[in-house]
């Protein structure tokens, strides 16, 4: 089958939206525009789902393993060095196939639900452009078949994603959200580019194809290459994949570069359920992923790549615990889960667990998108019944929003990770990966799980239960903003059931994995442990939440704080980087760069006042200079002449 | 017959009393004489340099006779500035023409 004109129509049909919708939508399409957006997303759905079929029954394998196919290729920049170039293309594998589907399931659930939600608004064209350019980018990203590519791609994410966090400009917290999104993301990227130049100049290629095979192959030049350069006692392949891993890092929120996901928050609700549920952040994992065979060969990248995710999701966790934005806790909720991707491939390394921590990590990513969304949908729709986004201005809310109470329970209870739910199933693999590597991140992401049961339910009990609110408001929402909860509450407890590891593997083959009951006691056990603690503290309004926070003392005044990262982070740049550097170099440039400037001004405005008075008009004046210079001119070659 | 350097002495003399009418003079008419004055000179050495190196040619009194038709045309066109100074000042003195300056 001809996957070429089928994956550019992916690319192309989102493209022409946001490029309709951007130059005619507010003139032309200011009714027509959330219907454009939505329809051209179907589409988009549509071919996502026929490719993934497609591909993953009739003619993506080959021998019982899935191969690549690459749907198109072009040349764009030549280096003339060692072969290098930019192509442009079009991969199709496994897990860029799964994520078509996600993106564009989730994305189009959201279009769907920003029908209803942004009703009313100003610019809601415009807003469906950049939905739009964030799906296309998104897409773009995973379907990349190169380093430089996938970089291009990453960039239109985060400029996007500027975009809408910043969508309703005329909040300065959203300027500042949107401005700080994309500082600390384009500041991982940096670090994102350096590696892919390490990588394309010391192995040859930025190609993914060739990269892995030539580095998977110890004996090939680029191994060679890449092992024998080094810098700072580290080879040149370390430092290329901690570089890359840095980069998925910013946009992944981890820490700790997460400093942008809770204020990212300041975007249109749907925006938010879209960043964190199937673009943006994931994009992180899925390069992590994209160069699995390549990170596996590094036990130092990998290492890093595990502490990292383990830390951030334990420390998300605990934030989450404290904070009172319904969004903030399903923000850094977001982060815990990255984290738990994260650590689930960088411990699946090589053996016989190899294939399950990939499996596991890409298997989170595919239930997380689905119960993320959802869950931030109902927020959303729960944000649009009460006009706040303060968990303590809610309360009572399962008898006004009774399906929005269901669907938000669904998505509390796949992220919790209780069986049957979606969630169960891929945490439960996550964790049987961390156990079969690494027993102490084993431990920490079962204290995590149990910490995110907690909080997702405190969440929960203090939204849906405790007293009723006064709320103005009567309807729980249009048919736009319900159709979406219902639906991903349905994918929510149905995707658990997908034979994953038969369609995602580290190496293309079909695995079978099979349930361990044993091994689920422990953490379901925790789990229910925790959603009964979040019963308890929240369900009726009382003041044992309260007591047990003065318990807790300074620990629980940290975690609030958010232990005082955004601090530091002020305080690093404030008084460090613009006291020390920015202050001094403005000094140079108010000083010596412009004063040189105008000092040349200076100097010749002064030797014209000087010499001015030369010019006195008078015709013979100027005769006499003239003779007299000629007269000079005789007498000087007169004079060389004659000697 | 007479020396060439007779006939130098007198072109120059000729022409340093034209440079001295120019540099003096305040009357424009007198700069243009004087101008006229100058370019006479370089006619004559023309001439004499003709008739005492190369009697057998005529180009240097072809250039003479070139040099006074031009000066013909330039005397029409000082004249036409003459006037069009003399419409917007009042006066033809170049002193009193001196904006042009800074």
Redesign the interface.
Known sequence: MNYAQFAAFILLLPLLSFVVLGIWGRRYLSKLAPWFGTASMAAVCALSLYAAFRYFFVDGSVGGVFQPIIAMQVPWLEFGYKNLSIDLGLLLDPISVMMLVVISVVSLMVHLFSMGYMKGEDRVPTYYAFLSLFSFSMLGLVLSVNLFQIYIFWELVGASSFLLIGFFFTKPSAVAASKKAFIVTRFADLFFLIGILIMGIQAGSFDFGVLLQQLTNPASEASVAMASAGFLGLSALTWALVLIFIGGAGKSAMLPLHIWLPDAMEGPTPVSALIHAATMVVAGVYLVARLFPVFQLDALAMQVVTWVGASSALFAAVIACTQTDIKRVLAYSTMSQIGYMMFSLGVGGQGETAALGYTASMFHLFTHAFFKSLLFLGAGAVIHFVHSNDMRDMGGLRRLMPLTHISFLIGCLAIAGVPPFAGFFSKEEILLAAWQSNKLVYYLALFTAALTAFYMFRLYFMIFWQADKQYHHHSEGTLSMKLPLLLLALLSISAGFVPFSQFVSADGRATATHMHWQFSIAPVVLVILGIGLAAWLYRQQNDKPAKLAASLGSFYKGAYRKFYFDELYLFVTHRILFKMIGKPAAWADKQLVDGAVNASGDATLAAAQAI?GW??????QY??VF?LAVLLLAAVLLFFWLV | MVPVSHMLFFSTALFFIG?YG??TR?NMIALLMSIELMLNSVNINFVVFNKYLWPGQLDGVFFSIFIIAIAAAEAAVAIAIVINLYRSHLSVD??D??????
């Open positions: 001015k010019q006195s008009g008078k015709v013979q005769l006499l003779l | 440079v120019l540099l305040r170049v002193d023409a001196a904006e042009l300056k800074y």
